[in-house]
């Protein structure tokens, strides 16, 4: 069996043997905004160091566990903490913990993640839709021999960000009195941010906002048949844009402040989905 897929089988089957908790929606919760598990009426909690062979996070904000229960009526599994490029685990191991949501019976994944603005008209606190993104800047999820039980050798990228889920998340802003931006999402590796130079070039290319993480999981989800929606959260102005030097700390802080407008936002989308 093709390596990638018996690492996912073994977790798979790990989580199995823990529970047999089949989820509908698939939630990633990015930097600062893992409180939004608070909300959930929570049938179980599994620490990703409890799971046989599972990439541990160790990102700051980032706590490490899958919860998993009920919003809205929907059953819901959300990951508190995603793995990172940047940590230095191979990009299949970054993409596994979507996979393994995937498998468990979850065929909608709603990503969140923070990030700086690029696009003029964004100021930090906004949210940004995801309609299309970039990842020309990291490797492929996807590359080596295709694991046929996943999805097809060359899968297309025109609609990867479900344009009925999208729909959803505008009517969510509209209820929840939210100005919602939209646009292209551009992920790099990290872990160091941007120089100004980068960040005049992604705007050229079409960038409206970036961070490092997101696009690798939207394309193996999109691979393997899920429909994907994301929500960014404008943490700061990207590099060179206002002068001030990026910190870890002001992200997180700015997702915490961004917090309870997002859990309007995201629980209010979830409720139409
Ligand atoms: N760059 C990259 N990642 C980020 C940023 C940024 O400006 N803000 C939050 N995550």
Redesign the pocket.
Known sequence: MNPIYEKLKTCYDDVRRKTDFVPEIALVLG?GLGSFADNIEVEGVIDYRDIEGFPISTAPGHVGQFIYGTIEGKKIICMKGRVHYYEGYPISDVVLPVRLMHLMGANILFLT????GINSDFSPGDFMMLTDHISSFVPNPLVGENIPELGVRFPDMTHVYDLELCDRIRESAAESGINLKEGTYIQ?T?PS??SPAEIRMFKTLGADA???STVVEAIAAHHAGMRVCGVSCI??Y??GIDGKK?GEQE?IDAGKASAPLFKKLVTNAIKRF
């Open positions: 930097s993640n923070a990030s700086g790099t990290g941010y941007e970036v961070g490092m943490t700061n990207a590099a990026l992200v």
